[in-house]
Each structure stands twice: as C-alpha cells, then as structure tokens.
C-alpha cells in the first residue's frame, strides 16, 4: 500500500512537472494562437505548424526543426567563391548530406505519411531545371558507375514513396544546390573548363539511392545536361568515408562511448520519458517498441511537409510531443559538446577524409592533378563528425541537403601561397575551425593558409590523443 501511494504520488509530481514545464515552452517559444487551435480542436485542426520568419532569441525547438527541413522556397544567398581581389580559386571540394527523404522508420499502428515521391514539375516545391533533369536522368545511356551505383534508381519514382527514399523537395534541394555553385564557380569563376572531361571531376557517393539521386541533381544543377561518359560514378561503402583506412579500434571505443552518454542522457530526461509513455498509450503500443521505432524521423517528415501528426481513437499524437523530442534532441547536442567523447570519435571518424581533401589540394597544387571539383554525396553521420573534427561542434546539425565547401585559393603575388576557405550552407566559418582561430587576417594574409589545415590534418589533430598520426591514435588504448 505504502508503495503504491508512493507510486502515484510521483505520478502525480511527474505530470505537474510535465505540465509546467510544457506551458513554460510554449508561453516562451510558440505563438499562442496556434496552440490554442490546437489544444482545442485536435479533430477540425488542419494546419498546426507556426511559420516563423525570424529568428528569436535562445534556442526554439520548432525554429530548428524548420531549419532541419529546409524547405526550398527562398533564396539564400551564400559566400562560396567570394575572395579578397587578385586571389585565383583552383579547387572546389563539396561534401553534401542527401535532401529531404521519406522516413527510414514507421511508427507501428499508425498510418505512414503519405506523400508522393514521383517527380512532376507542376508540383511544388519545383525548380526550372527539374523537367530537363528528369529527362536527362531518364536517357538510356551508358553510365561510368561502379557496379553498386549503377544498379540503383536516378531519380525517385513511386507514387507511394519507399522507406527512406528521396522526395521530389530533396532533388529540388540539389538542383538549387547546384545552380547556386554553378552561379558562383562557373559562371564567376570559371572553374571548371568548358573542355572538361574524367579528369576535371571526382564524385563519390554511398550506395544509397538517395545519396546518388542527391548527387546527380547537384551535378546536373552545376553542370545542366552534363555528358554522362565524362564522369565517373565512386561507390564508397562507408558512411564515414574511410574507404580503405577503416581499421581504428579507438574510434569504436569512443563511439560506443557516446552511445552510454546519450543513454544516461536520455534516461534522467523525465518529460521525455513521460511523453514517450503518453505517446505509446494514445498509439496503443509499449513504450519500448515506440521508442525503438524512433519516431521524431516520422514526425519530423510529417512536420516538414505539413502533414497532421497520427491520430488514434485515443487521441492524436500533438505539436507538444514532437517539441519535447525535438528539444531533447537540442539538449543532447550540448551535453555532447560538453563531454568531449564525439569529438574525439569525430577527429577518428574523420580523418581519411579529411587526409583525401589535404591530399587532392596539396596534388593538384603540384600540377599532379587535374580535379577542379569534387563531390562526397554522403549522410547526417558523415556531416556532424565532420563539422566537430573541424573545430565547429556548435554548428546545427546538419539539415536535408546540408553543404560543406573546402575551397583552395592561389594568393596573388606569390604563387606558392595558397589558402583555404571552408564554408557551411553558404556560410564562411573558416575562422571558426580549430586550425585558423588563431590566424591574424590583418596580418597581411587576409585568407587562412592552407598550411594551417595541412599541419592539422596530418599531426595536430591527434594530440588530444597524445600522438601524431592516426595509427597510433588509433590503436592506443587510453584509460
Ligand atoms: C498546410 O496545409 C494546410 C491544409 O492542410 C494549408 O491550408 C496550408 O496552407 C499549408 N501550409 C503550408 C506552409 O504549405
Ligand atoms: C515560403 O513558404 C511559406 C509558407 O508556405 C510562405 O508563406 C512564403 O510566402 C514562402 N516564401 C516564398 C519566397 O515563396
Ligand atoms: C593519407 O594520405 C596519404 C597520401 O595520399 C596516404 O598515403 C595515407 O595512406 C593516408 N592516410 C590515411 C590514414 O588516410
Ligand atoms: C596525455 O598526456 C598527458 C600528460 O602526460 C596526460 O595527462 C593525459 O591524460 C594524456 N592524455 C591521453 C588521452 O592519453
């Protein structure tokens, strides 16, 4: 009896908990007007999601899950090629995460979203080149790809979107991409040559469908009516790039690391864990098979294509859950800064690629390559340890169609000056990055010297394991 008592009244303390500290979100962060619709009429609701144009202060859960979806209907205007005059761009290296997908989980007993991922230009989001791209992508030609690549779809075409496949706002995404560097590289700069040809491009993407299609539109963005046999298909099976420099124990040690602080994370998280319970009831499910269905990945594809979140006979799941999820989401990421584990895995994780970006910047300076551009169509996994290896753990986390540039620059006097410019969906945080913090712009070099990023690559980003080089990280067990 005592225990029971005990029990309830806990209940009970959890649900005021629950409810203060929900009314606190939404008196600060949600204009009121929606939610009271919402609150009121969770049946006649149709549209339930705020638009919010600027950007408030703090940290706005709903705010950050629009710039997660990055629904393509404005301009943005990036930085990428701008430089101080006389400087020369010589390459251009893209690491892009794929655009908007259908979700990779379902939530159980619930209706999946229905959305359509056939592609029809009429249908917005569109863009001017999606007609022409659909037909490129459709021509029967022979294509230089390797065999895991070749084997899947260019574009995405069911009418009932597959789990995890490409919509038609993730091609759009990449089509956008692409002019916006075309604008900047070719048209400015005139990077690629008109000539161009096998040697001039480097695309590698996983084995994803939605990866390859990502990279296709980007490329036809870039590159309209590109010649299919000029350039060649990479397939690359890791998530994190490390092609054939894989083996590093460390980095799993770290990784599963992070993995029990994001479990005691979680678990001291009572709301969140509340609303997994009210969830799983208003489902009809256990709260383990809920939370095992991951269903923030649903929601959020519901959310960014306005769609009303599942209901059931025994209520509907509502704006206020998707926010406590979204903002655990938000939590999580600066407890994750914080403890340091992810980053030590992302230095790890990170290396080959990063050590392939110095390579091909460092050939290509000594004529021994000819690779103007090149492309990694790759995942949110591959962008977030990317941008913490960088030095840029505060960046967001990287949304659908999510850009980082590494741009080398010839300075104008000297020729063997060269410099790196770095840039985040169009934004430049070179001077944000571990190895140019420190670099003084008024020095006499106003861009960062690509020495900085090459001593970093190749040595300095290893002395946090007090080693130089990745072997030895790697294989060092620190305890
Ligand atoms: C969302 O859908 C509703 C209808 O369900 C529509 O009235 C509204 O304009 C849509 N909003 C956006 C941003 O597309
Ligand atoms: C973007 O979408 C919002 C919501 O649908 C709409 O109100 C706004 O006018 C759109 N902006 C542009 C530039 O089309
Ligand atoms: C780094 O790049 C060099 C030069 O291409 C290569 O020889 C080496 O194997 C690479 N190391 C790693 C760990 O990726
Ligand atoms: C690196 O060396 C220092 C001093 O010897 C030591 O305090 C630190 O714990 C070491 N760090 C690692 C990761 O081994």
Redesign the pocket.
Known sequence: MVSRNKFIFLLVVAALLAILSLSLQFLHLIPSTPLKDERQSSKSRKRIIP?LYTEPPGINPIYEAYAYCN?P??TEHGVEGHSPPDFKLLSVQVVIRHGDRYPLYSIPKTNRPAIDCSLIPSRNPSHPQLATFIKHMSKPTKVNMDNVLSSLPRFPSHFVCEMGELTQTGIVQHLQNGQRLRHTYIEKHKLIPDNWNKQHLYVESTGKSRTLQSGLALLFGLLPEFDWQKVHFRHQWSTIFCASNCDCPMRNHYLEEEQRRQYNFRIKNNLLEQTYVDMARIIGIPTRQLRAANPIDSLLCHFCHNITFPCTQAGCIGLEHFTVIKSHQLDDEKDRQEKMVYYKYSLLAIHPLLNQTVTRMQKFAENQNNEVFALYSAHDVTIAPLLNALGLPEARFPRFAARIVFELWRGPRDKKRLYIRILYNGDDVTFHTTFCRKHNRHSGQPLCPLQNFVNFVKKDMFAIFNSTNYYDACHRRVF
Do not use: A, P, Q
């Open positions: 638009i629904i209907n404005k």
